[in-house]
């Protein structure tokens, strides 16, 4: 069946390849004679990428849980001082800067189509914020916005108790194939005035002499930090 949605691809796919054909030839024929053309090489696609609105550093590291009925056996990417379960090797926890943002991909052991199909894979995130104990898994699948509560790590002086924090997965698409993993507090600030605003935030019951500003500009709203 030709539908609207097929000719809109097509011209796409045409107008793109049309312009790195002429681009090409444009380059080439400024090259020397007997010199072999150089091809423009194709950047790999990376389903998903994790963006970090903590206002902390952040590690985490993927889970792939194979389902079938009551069966539950599981693949986990752990850090050095872990064991791997059901998966030769290990990669390390991969490091997220405040504000950064990681593609990355989940590792399997055999390609979808050689599978059962009555199997059914769940691709999890497990996640550990600066100052904070590490979340339970968050399986990253389905579109839509997650919760997980996390308990501060205290030190040993502090008798302060510090009460546990939400952490927010927002998964959504970035462009048509990508899935964007948003992580962040679940309470955030609007600003809803003409004026930017000025913001201070004081943390003394985990750390000492924890002050933070942040500006929020009109008509924007931002996640208060963890820590």
């Given at each position: 069946n030709v539908t609207?949605?097929?000719?809109?691809?097509?011209?796409?796919?045409?107008?793109?390849?049309?312009?790195?054909y002429y681009n090409l030839s444009d380059e080439t024929s400024q090259i020397?004679?007997?010199?072999?053309?150089?091809y423009r090489r194709r950047t790999p696609f990376v389903p998903y990428a994790l963006h970090n609105q903590t206002g902390c550093p952040l590690m985490?590291?993927?889970?792939?849980?194979d389902v079938e009925g009551k069966k539950i056996k599981r693949f986990r990417e752990y850090s050095g001082n872990r064991m791997m379960e059901d998966q030769p090797g290990g990669n390390s926890w991969k490091t997220v800067g405040v504000n950064e943002t990681l593609p990355f991909l989940f590792s399997t052991r055999s390609k979808q189509r050689h599978q059962n199909t009555h199997h059914h894979q769940l691709h999890q995130v497990v996640l550990r914020v600066e100052g904070w104990k590490e979340a339970k898994p968050v399986?990253?699948?389905?579109?839509?916005?997650?919760?997980?509560?996390?308990?501060a790590l205290r030190n040993a002086s502090s008798l302060t108790?510090?009460?546990?924090?939400?952490?927010?997965?927002?998964?959504?698409?970035l462009g048509s194939a990508q899935k964007l993993i948003i992580v962040r507090s679940a309470?955030?600030?609007?600003?809803?005035l003409s004026v930017p605003i000025r913001i201070r935030l004081e943390n003394t019951a985990l750390k000492v002499a924890d002050v933070k500003e942040m500006e929020v500009i009109p008509c924007s709203k931002v996640p208060i930090p963890l820590l």
């Open positions: 609207t949605s097929m000719l809109e691809l097509f011209k796409l796919v045409q107008a793109n390849w049309g312009e790195d020397v004679p007997g010199t072999p053309p150089a985490f590291f993927t889970s792939v849980v399986t990253v699948d389905k579109i839509g916005t997650f919760f997980r509560n996390v308990s108790e510090v009460p546990p924090a939400r952490i927010v997965f927002e998964v959504k698409m309470l955030e600030i609007e600003n809803r």
